[in-house]
């Protein structure tokens, strides 16, 4: 069985633009999850989507959003891009009901 | 708002002794934890879960005990290999199915 798929690997930008960042969960899994790993910084949540809504989102600002599409694949958009937003974006998957979060390798962003 | 914290940002164990990675949690009504595996490069891996209603659950090398007292967890390996190098996190689950993570405790495994 396939685990969750993230693309691309790794993304270089200038501050000011705009990322784009995917996720696709494990086959039959409706909850997707996205979370940033700042270097010193650990896991930080950033949103939750289920079933296409947005459920919850962490202590970021507007500027971090995504969407969760009908077959459950996801994207995270980060938009006017700072210096410090340089890290590892990880997307989890859940099945509807479970609380076990199963992540993806992650997206390496730099910003220059 | 909840916490989740680590005794120790580093653990340097000899191959084949058992290794013991510490986590403290803040919330007393936390009732799912977690822990992860990352190794370099890679996102985090599952290794094991635990609720709040058991003390104790083992896995394949691997326990997990919760004291529930003194809000505190922590991840056995027996036998640690090589292969168990990497940064260990404990998470906690909070309101709205999100995760709050520990700092993470690198495992270094020396032969």
């Known amino acids: 069985e396939a685990g969750v798929t993230q693309s691309p690997t790794h993304l270089i930008k200038t501050r000011g633009q705009q990322a784009t960042l995917r996720c696709s969960p494990i086959?039959?899994?409706?909850?997707v999850y996205w979370y940033q790993q700042a270097l010193g910084l650990g896991l930080q949540f950033l949103l939750w989507y289920d079933e296409g809504e947005e459920r919850n989102r962490g202590n970021f600002p507007p500027r971090f959003s995504g969407r969760q599409f009908p077959n459950y694949s996801s994207e995270l958009n980060v938009n006017a891009l700072e210096l410090e937003d340089s890290a590892l974006y990880l997307c989890?998957?859940?099945?509807?009901?479970?609380?076990?979060?199963?992540f993806g390798p992650g997206t390496r962003l730099t910003v220059l | 708002g909840e916490s989740v914290g680590l005794h120790l940002p580093t653990l340097s164990v000899q191959e084949g002794d058992n290794s013991i990675i510490n986590c403290a949690y803040s919330n007393s009504a936390s009732d799912y934890f977690i822990w992860y595996k990352q190794e370099s490069g890679k996102g985090p891996q599952f290794i094991i879960d635990?609720?709040?209603?058991?003390d104790k659950r083992q896995g394949q090398r691997v326990t997990v005990l919760l004291n529930k007292t003194v809000k505190h967890l922590s991840l056995q390996i027996a036998a640690t290999q090589p292969g168990d190098s990497a940064v260990y996190f404990c998470a906690v689950l909070g309101g709205y199915n999100k995760l709050i993570f520990g700092a993470g405790t690198r495992l270094a495994v020396h032969p």
């Open positions: 086959s039959g899994h409706t909850s």
């Open positions: 635990i609720r709040s209603n058991m």
């Open positions: 989890a998957s859940s099945l509807k009901g479970y609380n076990e979060q199963f």
